[in-house]
C-alpha cells in the first residue's frame, strides 16, 4: 500500500512483479471506488489488436514450455486465422490450435480502451491525417484543442490532408465515469465461451482457448471465485485447455514481459504441475518474472 499525503492506493492482486521501470508497454489505471479507496492496476498496453494477441500467443507458448515440456521444443506457426487465431506443429508432431476473446465488464470499458489505443497509436507521430486529428479530438476533447481544429479548417485543410498532430509527444490521463458491471463475472466468462462453442470450428478438442481479462472491476478473488462456480461447466466445454490471461506489460519481442494465467480447464499433466508450483507458495500462487524470482 501506498500513501501519498493522505490518499491511499492499494495494489490489485493482479499485479506485476518486477518494478514498473524493469518494464515495457504498459498502463497504469486507478479505479476510484465509491466509498473513496483506490485500486491501482497494470494493464498491457498495446495499440494494435493483431499484435496484441501475437503478444498473448507467444505469452502462452513461453508459459507452456516453461511449466509442461521436459526439453525444448521447436514451434512452428502452420496458419492465422484458418479458422482458429492460430494453428501451431510442435516438434514432437503433436498439433493444435489457440483461439483468444476477450472479457471486459461492459461495453464502455471497451470503448475507453479502443479510444486509448487510438490515441496511443498516433501521439508519436508528429504528422496526423486531419480526420484521424478530428476523432481523437471527438475522444478527448479539450477548447484549445476546438480552437485550433476550427483555424484549420477556416485554412481549407481537408480531410486526408497531413496536419501537425496536436496530441505529439503529450502527456494525456484519460479520466471516464465507469458504471459497476451489469453482470457477475461467472455470466460474463459463461457468455465468452459459449460465444466460441458456438462456433462450427473443427477439432475443438484440440484447440487452447485463451480469455484476454480486459476487466476493469474484477480481482484475482473474483476470478477464483467464479473459476469455483463453474468447475462442473467449464468440465462440459469441448476445449482441450482454457485460460484466463491477465497482461501487464511486455517487450515487443515478447520476451521481457509479465503476466499472469489463471487456469479454468487444463490436462490431468498440466494440474499436477500447477499444485506442485502453488504448494512452493504462501498464497496458493506461483509467480515467474524475467526480472524478479519468487520468495
Known amino acids: 500500500m501506498q500513501t501519498n499525503d ?13 518494478p514498473l521501470d524493469a518494464l515495457d508497454n504498459y498502463k497504469r489505471v486507478y479505479r476510484i471506488n465509491h466509498d473513496g479507496t483506490i485500486l491501482e492496476r497494470v494493464h498491457l498496453d498495446i495499440a494494435e489488436p493483431s499484435y496484441r494477441e501475437v503478444l498473448i500467443f507467444q505469452h502462452y507458448l513461453s508459459f507452456m514450455v516453461k511449466h509442461f515440456e521436459c ?32 472479457i471486459s465488464d461492459n461495453p464502455q470499458h471497451f470503448k475507453n480502451n479502443k479510444s486509448e489505443e487510438r490515441l496511443l497509436k498516433w501521439k508519436h507521430e508528429k504528422l496526423i491525417p486531419f480526420y484521424e486529428l478530428e476523432k481523437l479530438a471527438y475522444l478527448f476533447p479539450d477548447e484549445k484543442l476546438e480552437l485550433a481544429l476550427e483555424k484549420l479548417k477556416a485554412k481549407g485543410v481537408e480531410k486526408n490532408d497531413l496536419v501537425k498532430n496536436l496530441f505529439y509527444a ?14 457477475s463475472l461467472s455470466d460474463i466468462l459463461k457468455e465468452a465461451i459459449n460465444k466460441k462453442e458456438e462456433k462450427k470450428h473443427d477439432e475443438k478438442s484440440k484447440t487452447v482457448l485463451i480469455i484476454d481479462n480486459r476487466t476493469a472491476a474484477f480481482d484475482l478473488p473474483d476470478f477464483l471465485t467464479s473459476v469455483s462456480e463453474l468447475s462442473d461447466f467449464f468440465k462440459k466445454t469441448s476445449f482441450m485447455e482454457i485460460w484466463i490471461y491477465t497482461g501487464y506489460a511486455s517487450s515487443l519481442d515478447g520476451r521481457n514481459a509479465e503476466y499472469s494465467f489463471i487456469p479454468i480447464k487444463c490436462t490431468q499433466k498440466q494440474k499436477y504441475v500447477l499444485e506442485k508450483l502453488a504448494r512452493k507458495s504462501k498464497e496458493g500462487m506461483y509467480v515467474w518474472s524475467p526480472n524478479a524470482s519468487p520468495k
Not at 491511499?8 to 518486477?18: F, R
Not at 496458419?79 to 514432437?92: C, M, T, V
Request: glycine share 4%; net charge positive.
Open 6 to 18: 493522505n490518499l491511499k492506493i492499494t495494489k490489485a492482486k493482479l499485479y506485476p512483479v518486477s
Open 71 to 102: 526439453e525444448r521444443v521447436g514451434i512452428k506457426v502452420n496458419s492465422r486465422d484458418k479458422p482458429w487465431d492460430f494453428n501451431i506443429s510442435l516438434s514432437a508432431g503433436r498439433k493444435l490450435h489457440i483461439e483468444l476473446t476477450a
Open 170 to 183: 503529450k502527456k494525456t490521463i484519460p479520466i471516464s465515469r465507469m458504471p459497476l458491471p451489469q453482470e
